[in-house]
């Protein structure tokens, strides 16, 4: 029998370094012991809704559902949270309990750069010290984030190892945390890792589907048929299932990044391609070739390009809660473009994988049918990407 | 009693680390024979891996150039096999757990029961994750080898005390690479390590010089050698393993 602690199925566990398990093996009781306490939980809370602005909308997209012609769309408005995204949400819990644990320096991995500038604004109102792993590829993709993250006084590193993206950004957190443990904290940015980040990052993401929920029961006085996010790792998506797994009616739609289609090398989809194995601390499905060296994925989007996806998704995928969908970039610019135009509303390229995938399927629903799509983030980030995915070349 | 033990039989052990594929299989397997011949008396295999998260630069960089050169875990167990046909010291793969996984642990550890494989090295299977390949190692004669690092603390007799083939203790924080002193206390930590178990004992992570062997030497059963030997590989390539003959000689001279 394999070590049961944090396992969802036969997925998660804890893949890592001797170095490294008295590190999680003390943030493991530290949570424990926190989650609990009321007077963390009024801090937290405090901050995520004095200083992140929650709860955040659950907007009614009256022309989007019109236009469309099928379910009723609702958006849930993670975009409008403090520096731009979802990220915010686990990035002040962690900070938070980092804090109380007695670290005085946060290092985060990026991808998009949203998770790096969450990380980065936590440590400057906590006082932290702080550190950001980007790929040099990322750092390009999102230069104004880069700047963003150093406005705000953290140091970003560029990494420029494998395929210079979030993966190897992970790799080289990781290898900076085994070797200064003592005063840092891995701030993780997504439900993956090894135990307990998976259950850590869930448990502070899952706000969006307690919100979701009472938000839609007010409003509709019923939950919804379908909730889609999108999925790279899959923080913003387990936090919008979460609430919703026990009700089973409730379709919970995972959209993957597609890159250029998953019948080409040029894609980030790991449930559509990848297969079981273990990596960055966990047992999940990574995006791999037949000996087990780790894929070297490619999405439009920084944010979901990565090779595998968090366990807990991984054990929702086998055993058919919920269901996970590829979303090609062309469809997922589309749709960046789309509710842009017909709502007013600019979506991180991320989200707007989430976005097409509903473009697909509400038109075939029924007018009284709801549907819950989380956008994840803004998408001011990304502008200068799409444009230039579009051959328009602007300057930031 | 596993045939890793012979390695100890002539006083302290030098543990010659190498990288399967880097540049080429033909190169690695003289460069074992080189080792061999020049007094390794145990020689770690590494089988590259894209993602090598415990590994610094150096060893990162050599994975890149195996896998780029087409090394495959067929190809590591045929080159295995090749050495097997001369090479009769104590032989153990360091890899990590994905490889393992994705091949089949049942198949992979039955390869290196036929190949002539005594243990595995994985840096990302704890204590705590070991079941996922113990019971498959012990089926095939296959020692899994335990790690301790300076951050062990309390955990280091759980460890000890079911450790097989030889303890690994890991010098330094941080991932592998040359490092200029080492500053971990690990008198005390193999003191701990001897008292939960009758296994030997021995240093890596970050040991290049004889000095350096000597002083591990001192305090352990062995010192294992990684970053160094490979940077003499990225250093001559094809011409490396007369280079590396030389080097185990002054490091296992220095042990003595």
């Known amino acids: 029998m394999t070590n049961p602690r944090g396992r969802f199925g036969i997925h998660g566990g804890q893949y890592i370094p001797e170095t490294l398990m008295n590190a999680v093996i003390e943030l493991e009781a530290a949570y424990d012991h926190f989650k609990d306490d009321p007077a963390f939980n009024r801090e937290l809370e405090e901050l995520l809704n004095e200083y992140a602005g929650r709860p955040s909308r659950l907007y009614f997209a009256k022309k989007m559902t019109r236009d469309l012609g099928g379910a009723r769309i609702y958006l849930k408005r993670e975009d409008l949270n403090h520096t731009g995204a979802h ?95 003592a005063d840092t904290h891995y701030c993780l940015g ?88 273990i990596f960055h601390g966990m047992k999940s499905y990574f995006c791999q070739d037949e000996y087990g060296q780790i894929a070297p994925v490619y999405s439009i989007s920084a944010g979901l390009d990565y090779p595998g996806i968090g366990p807990e998704h991984a054990h929702l995928y086998d055993t058919g809660r919920a269901e996970y969908v590829p979303v090609t970039d062309e469809e997922a610019v589309q749709a960046f473009e789309y509710l842009s135009r017909t709502e007013g509303i600019i979506p991180a390229i991320e989200s707007a994988h989430a976005v097409a995938h509903a473009m697909k399927i509400a038109p075939g629903m029924d007018p009284e049918q709801i549907i819950v799509i989380t956008v994840s983030g803004r998408g001011d980030k990304d502008c200068a990407a799409i444009a230039r995915y579009r051959g328009e070349d602007i300057y930031e | 009693m596993s045939k890793i033990r012979e390695a100890f039989d002539h006083g302290k052990a030098f543990i010659a680390f190498i990288t399967c594929g880097d540049p080429d299989p033909e190169t690695t397997a003289a460069a074992v024979r080189s080792a061999v011949r020049c007094g390794a008396d145990l020689i770690e295999l590494g089988i590259p891996f894209s993602d090598p998260t415990a590994e610094g630069p150096v060893i990162q960089a050599a994975s890149l150039r195996a896998l780029q050169g087409g090394i495959t875990t067929d190809k590591v167990f045929d080159l295995v096999r090749d050495l097997r046909r001369d090479v009769t010291v104590p032989m153990v793969f360091m890899t990590y757990a994905n490889v393992i996984f994705s091949y089949g642990a049942e198949r992979f550890l039955a390869a290196c029961e036929e190949t002539g494989i005594d243990g595995l090295i994985l840096p990302d299977l704890p204590y705590e994750e070991k079941e996922e390949f113990l019971p498959f190692c012990r089926a095939h004669g296959v020692d899994l080898i335990s790690l301790i690092a300076p951050t062990s603390e309390n955990r ?101």
């Open chain 1, 87 to 181: 990220k915010i949400n686990n990035v002040l819990g962690q900070a938070l309990l980092a804090k109380k644990m007695g670290k005085t320096r946060l290092i985060a991995e990026t991808g998009a750069g949203q998770h790096g500038v969450a990380t980065a604004t936590a440590a400057a109102l906590l006082d932290m010290e702080c550190v950001v792993f980007m790929g040099q590829e990322d750092t390009v993709r999102q230069a104004l984030n880069v700047y963003r993250m150093r406005l705000l006084g953290a140091e970003v590193i560029p990494v420029t190892t494998g395929t210079a993206t979030l993966k190897d950004a992970v790799s080289e957190a990781m290898r900076e945390w085994t070797s200064r443990i």
């Open chain 1, 190 to 277: 997504s439900v993956m890792g090894p135990h307990p980040f998976p259950t850590i990052v869930r448990d502070f993401q899952a706000v969006i589907s307690k919100e979701i929920k009472e938000q839609i029961l007010e409003k509709e006085g019923r939950l919804p048929d379908a909730v889609l996010a999108c999925v790279g790792g899959g923080s913003n998506a387990i936090g919008s299932f979460y609430h919703f797994i026990g009700d089973k009616n409730v379709r919970l739609i995972g959209c993957e990044a597609a890159g250029r289609g998953v019948d080409t090398f040029e894609t980030a989809a790991t449930i559509a391609t990848g297969k079981p194995g």
């Open chain 2, 156 to 256: 280091i007799a759980m460890i000890a005390k079911e450790a097989e083939g030889f303890v690994y203790v890991v010098s330094s924080l941080g991932v592998t690479g040359m490092r200029s002193e080492i500053r971990t206390d690990l008198a005390s930590i193999v003191e701990v390590i001897r008292q939960n178990t009758s296994v030997p004992c021995v240093i890596g992570f970050g040991i290049s010089t004889p000095a350096q062997a000597a002083e591990m030497a001192a305090v352990s059963d062995g010192a294992i050698v990684g970053s160094a030997i490979v940077k003499i590989l990225e250093k001559y390539g094809k011409e490396a393993p007369e280079h590396i003959g030389e080097y185990v000689r002054s490091m296992k001279d220095a042990m003595r």
